[in-house]
């Protein structure tokens, strides 16, 4: 699977958000964090602002929900418009349900996995979704520090992929670099968030060049 690059718009301006969609026109997708202060100590946005984005940008919406009730919240996503929609396993309480709704509103259908939840457990889902993302940082907050004790549970879900035999893509988020990305890529990864070091960049379209060559390199 080629190299996607998905720039996390909680690193960028929240008053200045078409702008930061508009600078990265070399972006795979747009990440968006939905963050509750419930699932994860911090709050960031919600649907409406979703709804406005989707109407600024043509960049696809890769919609990271960290809140803790995403069945009642994740189909809204999807039918809303976003590209994809990632629930996190330790949040779903019916996430069969919940992948199958996303996908049925026309989406692609994501299972997050906090740094200490092992990827094993999930295997019986992976008919149900259509990526993997692994968080690399507690999530909440950008800029944090890549956390490398992941990149075995990385290792080990690429394997589950592929003997699953489907087309899942497997995405790292938090702490994702120039200098993280190789580690995350030879482990097995294939679609890359990056927060600060895209909007922290003097020319975030030029961070996703970098990013992206350093990923295929791998
Ligand atoms: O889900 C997240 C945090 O919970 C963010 O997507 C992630 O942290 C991106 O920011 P950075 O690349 O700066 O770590
Ligand atoms: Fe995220």
């Known amino acids: 699977m080629a190299v996607q690059i998905s720039p996390s718009i909680l690193s960028a301006d929240f ?7 508009a600078a990265v026109p070399n972006a795979d997708w747009l990440h968006v964090d939905v963050m509750d202060n419930h699932f994860v100590p911090n709050l960031t946005l919600g649907l409406p602002v979703v709804e406005s984005l989707l ?6 919406l890769d919609c990271h929900l960290m809140i803790e009730d995403p069945d009642r919240w994740a189909p809204a996503y999807a039918e809303a418009g976003a590209g994809s929609v990632t629930i996190h396993v330790e949040a ?21 996995l906090n740094p200490a939840t092992a990827v094993e457990p999930y295997e019986d889902l992976l008919g149900e979704v259509d990526m993997l993302l692994m968080m690399t940082v ?15 549970k990385i290792r080990r879900a690429r394997g589950l992929i592929d003997g699953h035999g489907g087309q899942i893509w497997l995405q790292v988020d938090g702490g ?9 890529a030879e482990a097995g990864a294939d679609v890359f968030v990056a927060g600060s070091a895209v909007y922290g960049a003097a020319d975030p379209a030029r961070a996703i060049d970098e990013l992206r060559s350093a990923a295929e390199k791998a």
């Open 92 to 112: 779903a309480k019916a996430p069969v349900r919940t992948l199958r709704q996303i996908r049925a509103a026309g989406a692609r259908a994501g299972l997050a």
């Open 15 to 21: 008053a200045r958000l078409a702008e930061a969609a």
């Open 138 to 152: 507690e999530p909440g907050f950008g800029g944090q520090r890549f956390l490398d004790i992941v990149l075995p």
């Open 176 to 184: 994702v670099s120039a200098e993280t990305i190789e580690r995350c």
């Open 55 to 60: 109407k600024a940008t043509s960049t696809p």
